[in-house]
């Protein structure tokens, strides 16, 4: 996965911290942090479903986090998928919060277009590293 340097974000990177150079975290950050932002509105009824929205947006960014920590390929991948279903949950909420008119058209299609960039990255980050583990060349750089 490519690394953006201009994010601003990328400056206070520690030792174990390599995941916050990837794109695909960094959309997954922008994501919860958008949705929190947004949901912050919504009438104290639907405190249930912003839990549950935050919840599952955190949940994307955090799983990517621990796999990346975790030492294994399997482990790593595991947790991916894990945060591709937490994305799947995202998205079908966003999609809930549109029809229910909690949200309005331009917002539902800035976080729709994250979900997807987003969703597009983790099953390419996937892909590669199957691949990486079937020819011997995944590395570990927590180790």
């Known amino acids: 996965m490519a690394s953006n340097p201009s994010n601003s974000g ?5 030792p174990g911290e390599g995941y916050k150079k990837l794109i695909v975290w960094q959309n997954a950050e922008k ?24 919840d599952a947006a955190r949940s994307v960014k955090q799983n990517m986090q621990e796999g990346y920590k ?4 399997g482990g790593y991948i595991r947790y991916l998928n894990i945060s591709s279903g ?4 995202v998205k079908g909420d ?6 229910d008119g909690l949200i309005i058209q331009k917002e539902h299609e800035e976080l729709d ?12 980050m996937i892909k590669s590293m199957h691949q990486a ?11």
């Open 86 to 89: 937490s994305l799947g949950e």
């Open 94 to 99: 966003i999609d809930d919060c549109l029809q």
């Open 10 to 14: 990328s400056a206070g990177i520690g």
């Open 133 to 143: 583990g079937k020819s011997g060349t995944w590395k570990n750089f927590n180790a």
């Open 70 to 73: 975790c030492g294994s390929l």
């Open 31 to 54: 994501l919860r942090s958008l949705l929190y932002q947004i949901t912050r509105r919504f009438k104290p009824i639907e405190f249930r479903r912003v839990t549950q929205m935050t």
């Open 113 to 124: 277009k994250l979900c997807g960039t987003t969703d597009y990255l983790l099953k390419k």
